[in-house]
């Protein structure tokens, strides 16, 4: 870890940054400082406005107001190259360099040596793998880029930024697909950096890396700045109380006694089920009117464990039964035809269909899992469509309506009425009520608990830490793609999952490695 | 390296398929044959080395055929019925193409338009302004024409390697080092790997994509020019449906169709390849010569088959996607 001894002079500086699309206020008025020679991490959940910050100084969107000061001077940055030029620097998750090229070709683009017009390439290979040697890769810089892992292209990306005289490096969530001594290559090249002066602003959701190598942390929620602190001065937990926002304490939230209910019949257990790279092995049972919430921070693993429950991705070891029988749920469609269905978190993407009818949306999984050789009739489409909208009080009450007109509670009740017109006896629901107003969210979850007492199995996953300790009969707790923690009855409250995400994962860690 | 393997196959291909024409007729292996190869298919070496840029660049010019045919008529009128000097309307029609090229690529970019539709709506226009000039076969017959068809250097064994193979030849070695050993080549390579990634790394897109759709419509000018040398005529209706022949001498050549890897030579190798089956068909003399067409479909349909299976093999074997650290 680097000691923060001496806080460099500010060499980025934000001030008052504003940022709207639309109605929605991406950024309000936030501050962000970097020093020359620090590496400072920029935190905050889904939505919290990073990437936006990140965009806004890099000249990709337009700010609405704020200055940014780079070097004490102010600069107005209009294109990502005209921040490239000023010596900002942006190296993405999804690498931005051409796999096609050779090495040296994707360090030297542009700018290759030439001589009489034709480009010197022994001389650019000769300083392409000087430059890398720098960084301590030393790799045959004529292969093509794409012959790499990530990290190392990451490392490219790096190295080009840096030959371009680059004093700000931004990293946008470089590590996401690396494996552990990948980000230790790239740990050392961010720690080599930051001795020469260079200031880097990491943004991850790995908090152990956090700790790891970053000297301050920046967080913002909901596009405020919520405060910077030294890394060495700011304790884990308060650091997620600061990415979520909840004075944990003492707000025992509306958890009523009568909830604790008899756990009903078991219904699918799944033993060590895993996918490498994208879930570590996890054990899960599912019980007749039970709410299991799936609680952890952004990238913990919430919505990877609901696709391999559902078949969306096909796990690679453990074992699932359903009703006591071994079942393997290769696709969806396994998994429906075993009574299971999946609300996604992207409505807009992955669940609705925007120009379909309320009524034509609803029927859609029925349809699916009846197979088109059995057509359901208009009348039947009518009096399922019409039963779910009085059910859950669907507005306007207008089958024929395109679903792309309702609101995004409505649509969200659509969708659940998509899956309970299948008559599921598991439904997994990821993020029920995101961007949806506060009146319709009360709502959907007082349905989730009505679902759940009509004897439905819930698998819920949620950001909103009260909500899942308000309907959740068993909360499991992920970290870093692995479950950690299972809480039950009494020990489900808000300060216990907060202290089950912040456990330091050393040990984990560790035991894994061995 | 990276674009040996294609081009090997290719040559391979060349090689192989020479050894059996020669070995059911002896007196296929000859100066003279490895010369009329070069001669005949000189325009479509041309016009298929400035292809290759375009399809590497994630590109297609639909437009050629018909520019070479537009070519062929404005020269034969400007010389036969107009007296211009020769030299004078192969001034001016490569400057035409420079700008009809120009303005394609123009609108490819600044419309970000398919390059399909824009080069196609190129092509009719081309093809019916050639219409528009003279619908008959116009012959030239201006002194320059027979001086050039006269020249030829002789080769041991009895072949005549022809002006206008000499021209092909020298556009394949220009087009080879312009493409392998200048930035404006590494600029076509990286156009082709993402054109987002390579405006990202400050590569001036839409200047490069004029310049690319520039240098097919002078090369396909060109082309024209050395097909009126080859016909000695003008006629609306020449080089009819080369575009696709020329597409395909650069796809059996080796080059990617969704753009990023692929070389001249290789393109070369392609032509000479649809020719041979075309001589083969020749000495055969009982065949019909659409055979070259089916054959030219089969070696098409084999080496996307075979870019295919090595994309899959490539991504198979490439960089993981690791994310537990725990496994």
Redesign the interface.
Known sequence: MNAVSDPGPALLEVRGLSKSFGALRALQEVDFTLRAGEIHALLGENGAGKSTLIKAVTGVFPRDAGIVRLSGTEVALRS??AA?DAGIATVYQEV???????VA?NLY??R?P?QF???R?AEMRRNATALLAEFDLHIDV???L?????AV?HIAAIA?AVDQSARVLILDEPT?????H?VEVLFAVMRKLATRGIGVVFVTHFLDQVYEICDRITVLRNGRLIGERKTAELPRIELIRMMLGRELAERTSERAAAQVRQAGELYARFEGYGK?????PFDLALRRGEVVGLAGLLGSGRTETARLVFGAERADSGSATVDGNPVRLRSPRDAVAHGFGYCPEERKTEGIIADLTVRENIVLALQAKRGLAKPLSRSEQDEIAMRFIRLLDIRPPEPERPIGLLSGGNQQKVLLARWLATAPRVLVLDEPTRGIDVGAHAEIIRLIRELCDDGLALLVISSELDEIVTYSDRVIVLR???HIDELEGEAIDISNILAAIAASSTI??E???A | ??RLPPVAITAIVFVVGFALCTAQFPNFASTRVAANLLTDNAFLGIVATGMTFVIISGGIDLSVGSVIGFTTVFVALAIERLGVPPLVAFAAILMLCAAFGAAMGAIIHVFDMPPFIVTLAGMFLARGASFLMSTESTPISAPLYSTVSDFALRLPGGGRLTAIALIMLAVVAAGA?LLH???FG??V??L???RA??A????PVGSMTVRIYMLSSVLAGLAGIVFSFYTAAGYSLSAVGVELDSIAAVVIGGTLLTG??GSVVGTLLGVLIQGLIQTYINFDGTLSSWWTKIVTGILLFAFIALQQAMIGI?RRA??????????
């Open positions: 990502a190259k490239v931005n360099l051409l796999l096609n090229l050779s070709q683009l542009g290759q030439t017009g034709l480009v390439e004529a292969e093509p794409g012959n790499y892992s990530v292209q080009r996401a697909s690396l494996d552990r990948e490498a790279g994208y879930v570590a870093d793609r692995s984990v860690a035991a894994g490695q | 390296m990276r080092v050993f200048t930035r590494a600029n390579y990286a082709g790997g993402s990634t390579t990202l790394m400050g590569i990023g890897q490539a490439g960089p993981r996607k690791a994310g537990v650290l725990k496994s």
